[in-house]
């Protein structure tokens, strides 16, 4: 694989970005990081911890200096947070810095998906239906303004899902298969 290669992934919570990463990374050889992973593994404490204690604004602190390093690192799929965001200097950081992939799900199946999820901070309501479409309201024009391809997650299996995704970047002949874009920092 030549030139920069960086891709990385948005989209809610339960999309598929961790599930999906793993697979691109292994697909194209590239490094796989999840973003909620790395704070964790730097604070020594799960992100519920750090809401708990700090709040969603102490989160995004922390969560707005792991983006900027990461996605500055060449050879790397990153799987974000669902809120990444939110912040317009991670918006800016990703749309400029990689290939960026908006795995598109409705509220409705991720809330299937999410029902019995107890990890998410943000589904901890008394609605977590209802929360669910008040962050696809709020996030998807920023999902979308940064994304270089929507993907629609739909019912096909995460396998069958990062094939077609690797399928995008892969021209049919045989010179130059499975190279990723070249992406400009």
């Given at each position: 694989?030549?030139g920069?290669t960086?891709?990385?992934?948005?989209g809610?919570?339960g999309?598929?970005?961790?599930?999906?990463?793993?697979l691109?990374?292994?697909?194209?050889?590239?490094?796989?990081?999840d973003t909620?992973?790395?704070?964790?593994?730097?604070n020594?404490v799960?992100i519920?911890?750090?809401?708990e204690?700090?709040?969603?604004?102490?989160?995004?602190?922390?969560?707005?200096?792991v983006?900027?390093?990461?996605t500055?690192?060449?050879?790397?799929?990153?799987?974000?947070?669902?809120?990444?965001?939110?912040?317009?200097?991670?918006?800016?950081?990703l749309a400029g810095?990689?290939?960026?992939?908006?795995l598109?799900?409705?509220?409705?199946?991720?809330?299937?998906?999410?029902?019995n999820?107890?990890s998410?901070?943000?589904?901890?309501t008394?609605?977590p239906?209802?929360?669910?479409?008040?962050?696809?309201?709020e996030r998807?024009p920023?999902?979308?303004?940064?994304a270089d391809?929507v993907v629609e997650?739909?019912?096909?299996?995460a396998?069958k899902?990062?094939?077609?995704?690797?399928?995008r970047?892969?021209?049919?002949?045989?010179?130059?298969?499975g190279?990723?874009p070249?992406?400009?920092?």
């Amino acid at each position: 694989m030549s030139g920069v290669t960086r891709i990385f992934l948005v989209g809610l919570m339960g999309a598929g970005k961790s599930t999906i990463g793993r697979l691109l990374a292994r697909e194209f050889g590239l490094h796989f990081v999840d973003t909620d992973h790395e704070i964790e593994a730097r604070n020594g404490v799960p992100i519920a911890t750090i809401f708990e204690l700090e709040g969603e604004a102490g989160f995004r602190a922390r969560e707005r200096k792991v983006i900027d390093e990461l996605t500055r690192r060449d050879g790397i799929v990153l799987a974000t947070g669902g809120g990444a965001v939110i912040d317009a200097e991670n918006r800016r950081d990703l749309a400029g810095r990689g290939f960026v992939i908006y795995l598109h799900a409705r509220p409705e199946s991720l809330f299937v998906r999410l029902r019995n999820d107890r990890s998410r901070p943000l589904l901890q309501t008394a609605d977590p239906r209802g929360r669910l479409i008040q962050l696809y309201r709020e996030r998807d024009p920023w999902y979308r303004e940064v994304a270089d391809l929507v993907v629609e997650t739909g019912r096909q299996s995460a396998g069958k899902l990062a094939r077609q995704i690797a399928a995008r970047f892969s021209p049919p002949q045989a010179e130059g298969v499975g190279e990723v874009p070249a992406c400009n920092p």
